[in-house]
Structure formats: structure tokens, C-alpha cells
């Protein structure tokens, strides 16, 4: 039996870096997962790799529309949803005073709005069944605030608080879902290679901690902890995993 053996397990942005990781954990363990992107060959290419009954979906975390369609064709293929990894995300470099309203909006459309869309619709339809794990891709930048990524730390500070509120809201409300923020430091995936903005400068510049940087295997670990039973305990909880660089005086 795998630590997730039968459960369907929806992952937003798969189709690279942490989600494909995520993805490819869930499905060794026994998930059926479904990989979604906004680029859906990338899903489709994942959910090829990982097996194990995976299929792939474009979704455009912002997109209510898309939530809502994503949803329904879960529910009408396997009648149930017992995991939602929102990991999708976008990074913009540039502080307070370089970050424009519209790319302000932009990021925390994908990140804010898409974390908040993914827990709405997925809470309903884990609720059909036996309940769920929610777990939400926040960062350390939740935690710090980095200045150079002003509106990311901003969009992640959502998302760690958001967890937060459902967490409380599911158990008043005497739901079976438990939800948690995952707040990983530099991790080498695409985004800490490339990053929009002013002057392209890597984003792992100055926040990688010594040493070999993080694998997305090592916060697939962890992911794949929260999903499963073992963690049932784990609720409205932020787990930190960057190799001790916010503790650093
Ligand atoms: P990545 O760039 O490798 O992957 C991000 C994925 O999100 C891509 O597949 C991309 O197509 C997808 N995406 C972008 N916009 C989308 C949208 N509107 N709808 C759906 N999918 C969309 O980056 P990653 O490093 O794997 O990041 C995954 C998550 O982990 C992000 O939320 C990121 O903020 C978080 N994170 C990453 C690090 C790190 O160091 N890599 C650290 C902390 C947190």
C-alpha cells in the first residue's frame, strides 16, 4: 500500500519544478494525480512520465471559470478530490517602488487569487467524500518579507494567512479537511534561474543558503507527508523548509 494509495490529488502548476516533483511523489505513493498548468503540454508531459492513472488538465489558477470546469471533470471522472497542492506561482523582481500596480495585480492574481479559488472549489467537493489535506506553496518570503520581491512576499504573507483562516473555518464548521502553508527557501527549479523583471537578476542571488541548495524532492517529501495520513495532527500549521536561513541572525 502507498502513503496516498487511491486518493485523487489535484496539483496547480505540475507541469515544472516544485509541482512536477510534488506530482511524481504522489503518484509513486499510490495517487491518482491530476497535473494541471496554465501550459498544458508541460502538464500533459508530466502526467505522461508519472503514471500511475495521472491525467493532465490546463488551469489557469486565476481563472474562476477554469476552477469551476477543472472541478466538475474531476468530479465527473473520479467522483472525488481528497488532495489540492496550489503551487502554482510567478515570481517578479522588483521592489516597492519598481513594482507597477498592473504587475502588483499580476502576481497576486496567479498566487492570492489563484490559492483562494483552488480552496473554494476544492473544499466542496472534498467534502462529498471523506474530506481532504489542502496544502498551500507559500514561502519564506511570507516570513521575511523580501524587499526585492515585494509583491511575491506580499502574495505569499496571503497565502500563509488564508491557510490559516480555512484551517479554523474547517473545523468549526467540523469538516474532515485539514490545511497548511509550505514555506520552502531557495529551491533550484526554472523560477530561481529566470525572473521577470528589471534587470533579470537571478532570483536565488542572495537568498540560496550555503551549501548545496534545496531539490524540489526535498519539498516533495514534505508534501507528500501533509497529503497523506500520517500528518493528521498537522493542521493550520506553516512548515519552514530552507535549511535553517530564517532562524539566521
Ligand atoms: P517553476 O517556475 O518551475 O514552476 C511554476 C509553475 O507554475 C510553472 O509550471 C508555470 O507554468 C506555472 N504557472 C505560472 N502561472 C500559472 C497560472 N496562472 N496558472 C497555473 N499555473 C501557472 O517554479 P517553482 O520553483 O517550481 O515554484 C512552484 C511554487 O513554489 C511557487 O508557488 C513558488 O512561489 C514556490 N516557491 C518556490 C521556491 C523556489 O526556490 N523555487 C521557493 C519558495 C516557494
Not at 503518484?27 to 493532465?56: F, N, S, W
Not at 486565476?62 to 506561482?89: H, T, Y
Not at 500563509?160 to 473545523?171: E, F, L, N, P, Y
Given at each position: 500500500?502507498?502513503?496516498?494509495?487511491?486518493?485523487?490529488?489535484?496539483?496547480?502548476?505540475?507541469?515544472?519544478?516544485?509541482?512536477a516533483?510534488?506530482?511524481?511523489?504522489?503518484?509513486?505513493?499510490?495517487?491518482?494525480v491530476?497535473?494541471?498548468?496554465?501550459?498544458?503540454?508541460?502538464?500533459?508531459?508530466?502526467?505522461?512520465?508519472?503514471?500511475?492513472g495521472?491525467?493532465?488538465?490546463?488551469?489557469?489558477?486565476s481563472?474562476?471559470?477554469?476552477?469551476?470546469?477543472?472541478?466538475a471533470?474531476?468530479?465527473?471522472?473520479?467522483?472525488?478530490?481528497?488532495?489540492?497542492?496550489?503551487?502554482?506561482?510567478?515570481?517578479?523582481?522588483?521592489?516597492?517602488?519598481?513594482?507597477?500596480?498592473?504587475k502588483f495585480r499580476?502576481?497576486?492574481?496567479?498566487?492570492?487569487?489563484g490559492?483562494?479559488?483552488?480552496?473554494?472549489?476544492a473544499?466542496?467537493?472534498?467534502?462529498?467524500?471523506?474530506?481532504?489535506?489542502?496544502?498551500?506553496?507559500?514561502?519564506?518570503?511570507?516570513?521575511?518579507?523580501?524587499?526585492?520581491?515585494?509583491?511575491?512576499?506580499?502574495?505569499?504573507?496571503?497565502?500563509r494567512?488564508m491557510?490559516?483562516?480555512?484551517?479554523?473555518?474547517?473545523?468549526?464548521k467540523?469538516?474532515k479537511?485539514r490545511?497548511?502553508?509550505?514555506?520552502?527557501g531557495?529551491?533550484?527549479?526554472?523560477?530561481v534561474?529566470?525572473?521577470?523583471?528589471?534587470?533579470?537578476?537571478?532570483?536565488?542571488?542572495?537568498v540560496?543558503?550555503?551549501?548545496?541548495?534545496g531539490?524540489?524532492?526535498?519539498?516533495?517529501?514534505?508534501?507528500?507527508?501533509?497529503?497523506?495520513?500520517?500528518?493528521?495532527?498537522?493542521?493550520?500549521?506553516?512548515?519552514?523548509?530552507?535549511?535553517?536561513v530564517?532562524?539566521?541572525?
Amino acid at each position: 500500500m502507498g502513503r496516498v494509495e487511491g486518493k485523487v490529488a489535484l496539483v496547480t502548476g505540475g507541469g515544472s519544478g516544485l509541482g512536477a516533483a510534488d506530482s511524481e511523489a504522489l503518484a509513486a505513493e499510490g495517487a491518482i494525480v491530476v497535473v494541471t498548468d496554465v501550459k498544458q503540454e508541460t502538464a500533459q508531459a508530466v502526467a505522461d512520465r508519472i503514471g500511475g492513472g495521472a491525467i493532465a488538465l490546463a488551469l489557469d489558477v486565476s481563472s474562476e471559470e477554469q476552477w469551476q470546469s477543472v472541478m466538475a471533470e474531476i468530479k465527473a471522472k473520479f467522483g472525488r478530490l481528497d488532495i489540492l497542492v496550489n503551487n502554482a506561482g510567478v515570481v517578479l523582481n522588483a521592489d516597492v517602488e519598481d513594482t507597477s500596480l498592473e504587475k502588483f495585480r499580476w502576481v497576486n492574481a496567479i498566487m492570492t487569487d489563484g490559492v483562494f479559488l483552488g480552496m473554494k472549489y476544492a473544499i466542496p467537493l472534498m467534502n462529498e467524500n471523506d474530506g481532504g489535506s489542502i496544502i498551500n506553496m507559500s514561502s519564506t518570503g511570507a516570513l521575511l518579507g523580501y524587499p526585492i520581491f515585494f509583491a511575491y512576499s506580499a502574495a505569499k504573507g496571503a497565502v500563509r494567512s488564508m491557510t490559516k483562516s480555512v484551517a479554523v473555518m474547517c473545523q468549526e464548521k467540523g469538516y474532515k479537511i485539514r490545511c497548511n502553508s509550505v514555506h520552502p527557501g531557495a529551491i533550484e527549479t526554472p523560477m530561481v534561474q529566470t525572473a521577470e523583471g528589471r534587470d533579470a537578476q537571478p532570483v536565488a542571488e542572495g537568498v540560496l543558503p550555503p551549501g548545496t541548495p534545496g531539490a524540489p524532492k526535498d519539498v516533495a517529501a514534505l508534501v507528500l507527508y501533509l497529503a497523506s495520513d500520517e500528518s493528521r495532527f498537522v493542521n493550520g500549521a506553516e512548515l519552514v523548509i530552507d535549511n535553517g536561513v530564517t532562524i539566521r541572525p
